[in-house]
């Protein structure tokens, strides 16, 4: 993986950056994730960007796109962001008059709450695959209550992509989140695909999670939900424990406990995983996981995983890690895979 | 043209890459002059001998927001070191160039006078400037929670209000880890939180960061690149590759937020798992066809989750549903209740691979 940052001095307003993967084995080619130049008004009243980059924002779900995005910013606290370009395609595959445009106008109101709006037309080989509209709003209401929440709405199949809502409340020690999810698969599908034409049967998730700073160095952490797929009703549950064993932090152990229970579809796990420094340049860490699905389907009756690693920061500059990872798979009796690291960091601050 | 100037040409060719090459990986090879100023300067040993910080940093008390950086100079340091053991200045040596370059931009980009700060903390530093007491400290700044000791500014975490002290964020390369706290499941939550703040996610996350998981071309890159930190958490992580078929089925239409079906289809293909037409094994049951509701189990199935059936029968695959869906065919309507689309029958993809228009 070849990581490029560029700033200039000089010109504070101008910068680049490049994300690329080089590439494993004879079938995995290397592809470019972000290739990206920006200029932005160092005063914050607008950025433009270019190149390979990810559009998120608003309601609009992450887009991959090789094009152009502008956002301008107002004093009194409008924003406007529009983007065009074609979608990315993996291992450089071919793309005839495909092309996605949309934009999102937000507005911030009386310091505690910002509305937005966005829109999104999305093209494969020149045949509409998408074209939505989307809200999302994001409130303040208490400095230490946080809500969010957003909604998509399909114009070629019209109903409700998908909405997502979040509600926090957090003190020194505790935090607990109310959150549900509406998704309509079908719609989440390109409109081109034959798929997308079967109906509407969206799935409903809502539930909590609670996270305990039960002491200084134990993090307590659970989550509990239920889901409602069709006619069926269903839920699951996380428990997570984690102890730093040095106030750095960089020593830890943690537990993990799920289960799943939406019918069909049920599965148990349990998952360890530890660190601790060696010395100050040489780190181990282990994580073993085991999962066991109610309906194996002739793909094992457990899946153990395991993994061992070592980390060598050589020098500021060089930073070396190694594992080795066992795992018994649903395709899979047994596999044994090594795996390496060497990153080198030129110059800039760390 | 005789070979002995084309020779030439290509040497002074060979010569110039080769320079450039050498050039280029200079740094990785080592071939560099040796560097000046990268020795931490040792403030801690200076306190220990009772020097106060004042006695170097003159000016430091009626500092600004804006000015010089009150470094003391060399005959700062020759007040007490009346004999150096050489020419040089002493900052080409003491001082390492990183945590001067790290003053710098917060004097650029950071609104904040020493003025005032001073008095109140009695000239005692230290308070804020924790890492002077330490013995190779990475950086001198104080840490965000030195200030939020003093000054609460809830209504600016209200407002989500960073530009009143950080006038540009991203110019001053720092994480204020201390006040944007990823806590609770942050991964799933961080989709609807990112929604109305996408500012606020960019003032320490760069392009790339965003990419990493969500980008097409190779997804999934930080839990691919840092499996030697497990308590980094993650969608993927672990043996997700066994269970991915039940956390799919769990939260229909969670994959498709982020993957397209290509990215399931080229893996399954890789893996030789499902795609009709391959030699591999089908994941299907017996009853698949003909069992349940509606043409059986598949078209339950298919309705509640068709991002799982898409990924491998999206594509050319889609051909299989046609045989027997098309309008008059044996499978009948393939429509759930209420389906309604803007799309022309007869015109469009995919309507028309069924509603074959009549001659």
Redesign the interface.
Known sequence: ?L?M?G?DRSK?WL?A???A?LGTGA?RT?????L?V?ARD?E?RGEA?AGR??V????I??L?IDGASGLARTPWGT?LEAFGGV?????FGERDYDWAVGGRV?Q?MA??S???FAYLQRRERG??SGEEVGG???I?PL?NI?V???AAYD????GLT?A???V?L?TTDW?V?L?G?R????R??????????????P?T?AGT?V?WLAAPRLDL?A?AAT?I??DRV?G?G?LRA?LRTNDEGTA?V?LELRR?A?P????S?I?G???APLSTRL?V???V?V?R?DHP?G?GDV???A?V???WHATPSWDF?G?A?G?A???VRSELTA?L?AS?A??G?R | MGWAPMTRSLLRLVIVVACLGLAACAGLLGIKPKTVGMQPFVHRAHLLNGVSCLDCHSGIAAAGDVGPLHLPTAATCMKCHEKPHDTHDCKECHGSAHTRERAELARTNLRFEHRGHVLAANGECVRCHVAAGDSHPESLLPPMGACLSCHQHEKQFAGRDCEGCHVDLPAERIRPESHVVHDGDFVREHGVRAASARDLCSSCHSERFCSGCHGVTTPGLPARLAFDKPALGGLHRAGFKSRHKEEARGQPGLCATCHSEDSCRACHSRENVGATGMPGRSPHPRTWLTAGRGGGDHGTQARIDPGSCASCHGGAGEQLCVGCHKVGGVGGNIHGPGFSSIKSKTRDVPCRLCHVPTR
């Open positions: 993986m990581v940052q700033e504070p910068s950056e490049a994300l993967w079938d290397g592809d470019v994730l972000t990206v920006r160092v914050g960007r980059f990810l998120a924002t608003g309601a779900r992450p991959h924003s979608p990315v395609v993996a291992r937000a911030r310091e505690r910002t509305l937005g045949r509409l999302d709003l994001a303040v400095h946080d969010a929440t957003r114009l070629v199949s019209p998908d997502l809502a979040s926090a957090r935090r989140e959150f999810t998704r309509s698969p079908s989440l599908l390109p409109a081109t695909s034959l798929f997308s034409v079967l109906g509407d049967v799935s998730r999670t996270r952490l989550t889901t797929i069709d269903g699951d996380t984690t830890s943690g799943q939406v069909g579809a049920e599965w796990g998952r995983i530890g660190t780190a860490a282990a994580e996981e999962a699905a389907d793909r899946w153990p995983w993994l690693a070592l980390t890690a594992a990872e795992a798979t649903a395709t795996l690291r080198y030129w110059g601050p």
